[in-house]
């Protein structure tokens, strides 16, 4: 199983940036997908999550009418489109996949994970 995230990059307060996870080894369809992120000194934390079919979504306050997550599961790639950022963005981001029936916030319930594209936003 592979979770292939990219997107990341440097980018001023105000920007935007779009995040792409390739999913690899599992029938995407069938597992609904988060974004999580760890910025310095913090813990892992919920971003965003979408469902196995797209029809459910939910977000993180902290990014709630500045983020949004959709995926194309003809293309087993899910994504993240981050508007607005600010510095307090500047985190690791990764693209996690769960079975649960929920779009789950809590990551003990994502069982596979990518390796994180790292996303700083400059002030």
């Known amino acids: 199983v592979q979770l292939q995230a990219s997107g990341g990059g440097l980018v001023q307060a105000g920007g935007s940036l779009r995040l792409s996870c390739a999913v690899s080894g599992i029938t995407f369809s069938r597992y609904n997908m988060g974004w999580f992120r760890q910025g310095p000194g913090n813990e892992r934390e919920f971003v965003a999550g979408?469902?196995?079919?797209?029809?459910?979504?939910n977000y993180a306050d902290s990014v709630k009418g500045r983020f949004a997550i959709s995926r194309d599961n003809a293309k087993n790639t899910v994504y993240l489109q981050m508007n607005s950022l600010k510095p307090e963005d500047t985190a690791v981001y990764y693209c996690?996949?769960?079975?649960?029936?929920?779009?789950?916030?809590?990551?003990?319930?994502?069982?596979?994970w990518g390796q994180g594209t790292q996303v700083t936003v400059s002030s």
């Open positions: 996690a996949a769960s079975t649960i029936a929920a779009v789950s916030t809590t990551s003990r319930f994502y069982r596979y």
């Open positions: 979408i469902a196995r079919n797209g029809d459910s979504t």
